[in-house]
Every structure is written in C-alpha cells, then in structure tokens.
C-alpha cells in the first residue's frame, strides 16, 4: 500500500477580496489529522503571513474534509447514522459559508486595514513580532499624512483624508497588538471610533507592508 502524507493547507475563511485565513495540516491520504499553524494569504494563493491558530479555519479543515465522510458512513449504517449524518452533512454545508467576511463592519475594517498596511488581516491575530515589524512602517507611513496630529486626534476630532483615516486606524490596531493592556484597552476604542466615523475609502497605491516585509511562500492551495 502507498503511504500518501505530508502537508497541505484546508480551511479558507474570512476571505476578503484575494485574502483570507488558512490552516496547514498534517495529512494523511489527504485528510487532513492535525493543525501545524494557520497563515493569512495575501497573494492569491502562494503568499502569506503567519497569524494565531485560527480556530474556524481549523473547524472548516475538518468540517469540509471529514463531515461529507461521516454523512456517507451514517448513511450506509442506517437507522440512528441517519441523524448523524444529516448533522455531518449540515456541519460541512454551514462551514462554506465562513469562507467570506460577510458583516460589513468587518469588510470596511478589512478594506481600511488593505489601504493602510497592505494586507487586510486584523493585527490582533498577528504574532507579536509581525506585529512589530509592521507597527514601524505604518508609523513611517503615519508621519507623512499625520499633519502634526496623533491617532487619537483623529479618533476624537475626525480625519481629514481617507487616508488619513486608514492609516490612523491601522496603527492604533498595531499599538493595540504590541502594548500592556492598559495602552491597549484605549487604542482598540480609538479605532473603533475611526472606523465608525470613516464614511468612504479609497483605494491608495502600494502600502508599507508589501515594501519591507518578506512573505513566507505557502505552496498548498486551501480547500
């Protein structure tokens, strides 16, 4: 018998636009038995970022792969595998439904955080020190539309540009990420604030995290 193992990558969600959040797994004949880490893919299907284990993309791995699987075993038992796979068979439906961010606070959060960073990923599933990294260009990026006002100037008194907005936005998140509670607790507020007074956001050229972060190559297309 051919032993077929190794890698590959199940469980898109969150999708916004060309991005979304995907696990890698140990697999073995392609079902997928154990989370190695998840990633958000920001370059159709190659590229991406490490982001915490995410736990409904994990849910979705299984769920896509393993629930059509139960619902034909409990079909073929008969009786009470019926309910169990009408439950499998539910499951896995509702699962495809977590591939796109569908609440529009979250899309207009993914399309401020696209414009500002690059990357529509929120950065408080970001590793500390992505986190970081990133905290230092969108701040270089800051002081170029900031016109001698702070993240919390925007936040209390309203931007003066989208991107502006986006901006302000993205870096509060990013000191939200990498700061003590305490600092963090105000910054998320402050966001929020610019968030739910941005009307509109335009599209802006290019973006810090593109220009000075590599990428890692993820070579498994998510499923």
């Not at 890698?7 to 038995?33: I, N």
């Not at 690059?118 to 969108?138: E, I, K, S, W």
């Not at 989208?162 to 990013?174: E, G, Y």
Request: charged share 20%.
């Amino acid at each position: 018998m051919i032993l077929i193992y190794g890698t590959r990558m199940y469980g898109r969600v969150d999708g916004y636009r060309h991005q979304h959040a995907a696990t890698v797994f140990a697999h073995l004949w392609f079902l997928p038995m154990f989370p190695v880490g998840s990633y958000w893919i920001v370059d159709g299907e190659s590229r991406g970022h490490r982001i915490g284990l995410a736990g409904k993309s994990v849910a979705a791995g299984y769920l896509r792969v393993w629930g059509p699987l139960v619902a034909v075993g409990g079909v073929v038992a008969g009786h009470a595998g019926y309910l169990v796979a009408a439950a499998a068979a539910g499951l896995s439906a509702w699962s495809w439904t977590w591939t796109r961010a569908r609440a529009a606070r979250r899309e207009k959060r993914a399309l401020m955080l696209l414009v500002a960073t690059g990357t529509a990923c929120d950065p408080m599933r970001m590793p500390r020190d992505l986190a970081l990294a990133m905290r230092r260009d969108v701040e270089d990026r800051w002081a170029s539309v900031a016109g001698e006002r702070s993240p919390l100037d925007i936040a209390r008194l309203g931007a003066s540009s989208a991107a502006q907005a986006a901006t302000a936005h993205a870096l509060l998140r990013l000191v939200a990420r990498t700061s003590p509670r305490a600092i963090a607790a105000e910054a998320l507020a402050a966001a929020d604030q610019i968030l739910d007074a941005t009307a509109e956001v335009r599209e802006l050229p290019g973006g810090p995290y593109r220009a000075a972060l590599d990428l890692d190559q993820v070579d498994r297309r998510a499923r």
